[in-house]
């Protein structure tokens, strides 16, 4: 997707940033459903080809990513081949400088400051494309805070445990076996972070039922999302189920 930083207004630049005409990038801000982000969000709210971006990249995502893969799982959910097998479905929202492909220069760490160096997590920031890539390989470059390697840690032993036996929870007593540094992925396996429940628990997309794990720490387990900007767009959760 391009970032367009020469154009003067909202529309110009979403439909530069988009390849779209400039009556559809209208469409888009009349729609409501892809708000002007504030400056809570990190974005300059004086800076027009900042805050198009900003959208623009959350479209891009749900047409390219999010819309398209919640219509696969959902599809998968709904038919007969659903009761013969499990799918545990994730979102990765923790993303990791140095790895992303970030040629247009984006945050990708946080607001940088004497605590966090390396940037603040908790800030926002972009998650570029590969920005994910440390939580599939358990290689993390650069440490903004504890809760990093905590993610690293957790994810990698949903996906390794996944891979041995095809449910993506990790025992707690192999967690214990990994010795010193694993304290917290038992903690978050075991309910010790938020009153005796267990957050690190993994359900596997059911019958109707809708449940993604986001892939942070600690995680957490919500339903699909944007389901009303996907419909818009035209990738409503029933897209198969529905083609003639």
Known sequence: MAYNRECKTLRECIAANLGISLEWADRVLESGLFPIPTTDLGVDITDIPAIAFNISSRIN?????????QAT??????????HSGQ???YESTRGYPHTS???????DHGTISAEYPNGNPNTPYYKPHSADIPIAFGNVPVLRD????????LTTAYFGEFIRSGRPVPRVDTMRLRGVGYESVVEAMTGGLNG????????????????IKFLDYPPKT???????????LG???????NRS
């Open 222 to 232: 919500t339903g699909f999302v944007d389901v009303e900007q996907c419909a818009w």
């Open 235 to 241: 990738y409503p959760l029933d897209y198969y189920l």
């Open 101 to 107: 492909y970030n040629p247009n220069n984006l945050d």
């Open 61 to 69: 995502t749900d047409t390219m990513f999010r819309c398209i893969d």
């Open 87 to 89: 799918a545990y479905y």
């Open 73 to 82: 799982v959902y599809a998968w959910s709904q038919s007969s081949t659903s």
């Open 196 to 211: 005796g429940e267990a957050i690190g628990e993994w359900a596997p997309i059911g019958n109707k039922r809708e449940m």
């Open 146 to 153: 504890r809760n990093d390697l905590y993610t690293v840690q």
